[in-house]
């Protein structure tokens, strides 16, 4: 199947600092991509869909603001969690779509400290 | 919106014996239906997947079944083995790629030796 990967595999920040994730899509291109936020033992919570070239579509109730999302060529994304506070700690994941096929990334551990 | 429920969320069986999970979606319109497999501290790994034109799909061990008129689909593996160990989720999807996926809320399957 296809692969996606994600860097980092986990982060430790400060409060009041930004951390960008990267998501790639390695072989194949993905005209969109998906961030999941999983909390412990939860299913997937879709918190943004991005095209590329375009502003990526958010959830109701995710900030955009705080969550900022670049998804500048067909297999690059990225996330950037801006000003993180201990309650953005989470399980990040991205996804990227082959032709209707969803695949997923390893995730990102993001604590906050 | 769509609703997928899957149940149990908690399996346990001895390795050899056969695990079934179920789910239940709501949107008549939902045509494709991926099961992932997620392991501790990975990404969700898409292990198969059925689109609403097929009513069973098998691969090795796993098999998926769906049935339409009840909006049900199930995840069938057989000869568990320990590595089977995991959570697993249900999606359903209605339209096109463009779509997003709908998640169960996840069933934690134990192989035990």
């Known amino acids: 199947g296809a692969v996606v990967s994600q860097h980092p595999s986990w982060v430790i920040c400060k409060s009041g600092t930004s951390v960008k994730i990267e998501c790639r899509s390695l072989?194949?291109?993905?005209?969109?991509m998906f961030w999941y936020r999983q909390f412990p033992k939860q299913s997937l919570m879709l918190m943004a869909t991005?095209?590329?070239?375009?502003?990526?579509?958010?959830e109701q109730g995710v900030e955009k603001d705080k969550f900022l999302i670049n998804h500048a060529s067909l297999t690059l994304s990225t996330l950037t969690v801006t000003s993180a506070h201990p309650e953005d700690s989470s399980f990040y994941i991205c996804?990227?779509?082959?032709?209707?096929?969803?695949?997923f990334g390893p995730g990102t551990r993001l604590t906050v400290l | 919106g769509e609703n997928v429920e899957q149940h149990p969320s908690t399996l346990s069986v001895q390795e050899g014996d056969s695990a079934v999970i179920k789910c239940t979606y709501s949107?008549?319109?939902?045509?494709?239906f991926p099961w992932y497999k997620q392991e501790l501290g990975k990404g969700p790994q898409l292990i198969i997947d059925?689109?609403?034109?097929?009513g069973e799909k098998k691969d090795q061990r796993i098999a998926v079944t769906l049935n339409k008129t009840a909006k049900h689909f199930s995840l069938h593996i057989t000869e568990t083995q320990p590595e089977d160990s995991a959570v697993y989720f249900c999606?359903?999807?209605?339209?096109?790629?463009?779509?997003?996926?709908?998640f169960g809320k996840g069933t934690m399957l134990l192989v035990s030796p």
């Open positions: 949107d008549s319109a939902s045509n494709y």
């Open positions: 996804s990227a779509r082959e032709v209707d096929t969803q695949y």
């Open positions: 999606a359903a999807r209605a339209g096109s790629g463009y779509s997003t996926l709908t």
């Open positions: 059925i689109r609403s034109n097929v």
């Open positions: 072989d194949f291109q993905a005209t969109t």
């Open positions: 991005s095209n590329e070239g375009s502003k990526a579509t958010y």
